[in-house]
């Protein structure tokens, strides 16, 4: 098909736009990445300081999501695209407001870990460094994939969530035996339980965003018979 010089230009420039929204994007993504580390780190040395900074930071995070947001509506309502430029701005649209609930859920263990050192230190049990390890991969894994718009490395992402899902059962578990064998531990397990469920759920964020690669490079839904389940057999939603 012939093209005209100016046509070229539109493709040439939306192509441009959507480089760097995607570059806008990535970058929201390792800040939320980092806050979650700092958070996890916060949490093992008791730096109430440390994790007030984090907390503080979560408006930096929110911001970069509304800059996005508008970026988003002006390329709609300028560009007007169709099919899969179209799955382009709404995936984008889609995986900032993940990214922007992971920066949530890093600033949330932040609060908890405050909280956690207004009493007695407590062991970190033992599943909580390979929950936070898988959940802190599939972040930077998932990141990487959306940047060079890779639907393999998107679905490994995404079949991983049942790795994450396992660990934070087994988690779950220990944190109830903790409880049940020194009932002054309840309060801090408690919180514990609270940091676990959302490192596993940055995790589901993760998976999300994966299925939105997925949507954009197939135009087709990443789905399959998994039940999702929580740690004692009940139904789950997924945000």
Same mark, same amino acid.
């Not at 700092?38 to 970069?64: P, Y």
């Not at 936070?132 to 990141?143: E, I, Q, S, T, W």
């Given at each position: ?12 420039? %939306? ?21 979650? /580390?700092?958070?996890? #780190? ?28 508008? /970026? ?10 169709m099919a899969r430029d179209l799955r382009e701005i709404l995936a984008a649209l889609r995986i900032a407001s993940d ?34 390890k898988v959940a802190g991969a599939m972040v930077r894994d998932v990141l990487d994939a959306y940047r060079r718009r890779?639907? !393999? #490395? ?17 988690? %779950? ?8 064998? !020194? ?22 964020h993760a998976t999300n965003i994966a299925e939105n690669i997925w949507f954009v490079v197939h135009g087709t839904a990443?789905? /399959? ?13 997924? !945000?």
């Amino acid at each position: 098909m012939n093209t005209t010089p100016s046509h070229d230009h539109i493709v040439k420039s %939306f192509d441009t736009e959507l480089a760097r929204l995607t570059g806008e994007i990535v970058a929201m993504g390792e800040l939320a990445a980092t806050q979650l /580390d700092n958070a996890i #780190d916060a949490l093992g040395k008791r730096d109430s300081k440390a994790a007030q900074r984090i907390v503080d930071n979560d408006d930096a995070l929110d911001s970069q999501e509304r800059r996005i947001s508008q /970026d988003v509506l002006r390329l709609l309502a300028l560009r007007q695209p169709m099919a899969r430029d179209l799955r382009e701005i709404l995936a984008a649209l889609r995986i900032a407001s993940d990214i922007e609930r992971i920066g949530d859920y890093a600033a949330n263990i932040a609060k908890r870990s405050i909280t956690l050192n207004l009493s007695a230190p407590v062991p970190l049990v033992a599943g909580l460094p390979a929950l936070v390890k898988v959940a802190g991969a599939m972040v930077r894994d998932v990141l990487d994939a959306y940047r060079r718009r890779d639907d !393999d #490395d998107a679905r490994m992402v995404w079949e991983r969530d049942r790795q994450l899902d396992t660990l934070y059962t087994g988690l %779950f578990r220990e944190l109830l035996t903790h409880m049940m064998e !020194d009932p002054r531990s309840i309060t801090a397990c408690t919180h514990l339980l609270f940091i676990a469920k959302n490192i596993e759920r940055v995790g589901d964020h993760a998976t999300n965003i994966a299925e939105n690669i997925w949507f954009v490079v197939h135009g087709t839904a990443l789905k /399959d018979a998994r039940a999702e389940s929580g740690p004692l057999g009940e139904s789950r939603p997924r !945000d």
